[in-house]
């Protein structure tokens, strides 16, 4: 065996390594409506926390990442708290067959309030923020644990965040959390109030969370291993 071929059987074997090696992240953070001072907070642990687990990243504010060249290096785009119109019809046009391939998106926080115009979009991210009230306390009832982005967390997380109230959630949402709206105030979606879900959309795979807004939110280690899980069930990994 020469060495090239001892090599690559080394680097097979190693635990973890074959099944990242060849997955690549976009994290894009653009905004043209609000922006959140957390997004730097956020791209940095996110990158931190997947490069800990070997998927690659490149973080950008460039919409021009969005055509079929430049998106062909990566494995999904990840909408770090996006707001705003982001994106030209030709760049529509390549995040779309991007997804028809069967490639992935994560959406984080404000990406629900984002191409607020596009129905596409908002049947990717599987609803669009509606309002807000003010960062407390809320309590989280988790209700699929068998998803790799809550297996870890408790049946019942309280977690303080800025709770989005959403409009035009799709049918056929897998829905992983919800809102118990008696336990903070100003909730308006009422006894049903989904904050995170997955599904798989023409042709790709989505997970987006609702949470995200502070700084103080990306320290916390079951907020963390929520992000990570979503990001690995997306790319199809363990």
Known sequence: MNYLKLLAVLLL?????????QKKVLIFSKTTGFRHESIPKGVKTVTQLLEAEQIKTVHTEN????????????????F?????DIFNAEQKSAFQSFIRSGKGFIGIHAATDTEHNWPWYGQLVGGYFASHPAVQNAKIDVVD????????LPAVWWHK???YDFKNVQPGLHILMTLDEKSY?????GKFHPIAWFQTFDGGRMFYTGLGHTDAAYDVAAFQQHIVGGVKYVLQVD
């Open 161 to 163: 965040d800025e709770w």
């Open 63 to 78: 919409a021009a990442y969005f055509c079929s060249d430049s998106l062909a290096k990566f494995d999904a785009v990840l």
């Open 185 to 189: 105030a100003d909730g308006k979606m």
């Open 145 to 152: 644990n068998k998803h790799p982005s809550t297996a870890q």
């Open 80 to 84: 770090l708290s996006t707001t705003g």
């Open 13 to 21: 074997t190693v635990p973890g390594l074959s099944a990242y090696s």
